[in-house]
């Protein structure tokens, strides 16, 4: 929110200007004085002339969030003078690059696994309706099947025809 | 890369200054005359000196990193004058925590089917070992083992003392 405590002491940026704090300073609202370090920042990188022209140029209840991210890009640039928050925008850039490759990646392999699954549902399937006859597992057995005419499995269902 | 070319006509910044471009300009460097509107966005946002101000104080090597960096956020607060390159933060911000959100889910997704392909291949053995002695399918009939003393399955192999 937007200071409204600005009728007894200078906000921080008429301070910072050692210039009066006039009613109805463009400044006061978002720069109150327990913040100078804000409007300092700002006006290194800025300038007090160039931060009041844009407030100036945007509506008033679109003022606070313009000085917040000024006040941001501010910092940011004190911090990081080469990249300011540019550097910030890279690295998120790059951030949302690598997730999207591993979310590619891990989709691939949960479509793979939906495959598999799909295709041993599928085998399993077939195995119980006895539609892969004569399919081996290798153990030197086939699994047993309804309508299998090979299978002769006391435990399975005998076709009646089968025997006779 | 930094423009050289500065010998004939004034760079952008000593043109739109309406001043004599001097050797050893230190804007010359990186607001070549080709490129006017780079100059003028950053001269609108940041102000000629504070730009001429941050050149001074970083190295040589950096300074284009840096002039490139505050075109782009001079840039970005033209087009938005309320949240300049920090609207972009945001966004990318939202990006990343969407992104990772949804790499959580389909990570927890694959977990899962890897539980159940690993449960289902456990299960598998059992039965192929014998193991899940007396187990159904629910269609009337025993899935052959080769250790199953129930088993007497033509199609299996029988076990030698089975029927001795």
């Given at each position: 929110m ?12 008429c ?6 704090c006039?009613?109805?300073?463009i ?6 004085p ?6 300092a ?6 300038g007090?002339?160039?931060?009041s022209k ?11 969030d ?5 006040a ?7 911090k990081?003078p080469i990249?300011?928050?540019?550097g ?6 790059r951030?949302?690059?690598?997730l999207?490759?591993?979310?590619d ?9 939906t ?10 399937g ?6 892969e ?12 099947s ?10 399975g ?6 025997n006779?």
């Amino acid at each position: 929110m937007a200071s409204s405590s600005y009728s007894n002491s200078p906000c921080a940026a008429c301070k910072f200007l050692r210039r009066k704090c006039m009613p109805y300073c463009i400044f006061a609202p978002y720069f109150p004085p327990e913040y100078p370090q804000k409007f300092a920042n700002v006006h290194k990188i800025f300038g007090a002339s160039n931060v009041s022209k844009l407030l100036n140029e945007v509506q008033p209840h679109q003022r606070e969030d313009a000085v917040n991210s000024l006040a941001y890009e501010a910092e940011a640039r004190i911090k990081d003078p080469i990249n300011g928050c540019v550097g910030s925008i890279s690295m998120l850039q790059r951030q949302v690059i690598r997730l999207q490759k591993e979310l590619d990646a891990t989709n691939e392999d949960l479509m793979q696994y939906t495959c598999n699954e799909i295709m041993q549902s599928t085998q399993d399937g077939r195995r119980i309706m006895g539609i892969e006859e004569g399919s081996s597992l290798g153990h030197g057995f086939y699994y047993p099947s309804l309508w299998n005419s090979d299978s002769n499995c006391e435990l399975g269902y005998h076709r009646g025809s089968d025997n006779n």
